[in-house]
């Protein structure tokens, strides 16, 4: 949802948009794996 917010326009923006923000999403879960993939 935050991606998409963000300006995500498919999988693959939302992919990159969560690499970028990794460090801020791990505040509310571990993402020990990091995220999935698109």
Request: aromatic content about 16%.
């Given at each position: 949802?935050?991606?998409?917010?963000?300006?995500?326009?498919?999988?693959?923006?939302?992919?990159?948009?969560?690499?970028?923000?990794l460090e801020w999403l791990?505040?509310?879960?571990?993402?020990?794996?990091?995220?999935?993939?698109?």
């Amino acid at each position: 949802m935050c991606a998409i917010s963000a300006g995500a326009e498919d999988w693959v923006d939302v992919s990159e948009w969560g690499e970028f923000k990794l460090e801020w999403l791990r505040r509310f879960l571990p993402f020990e794996q990091g995220i999935a993939s698109h």
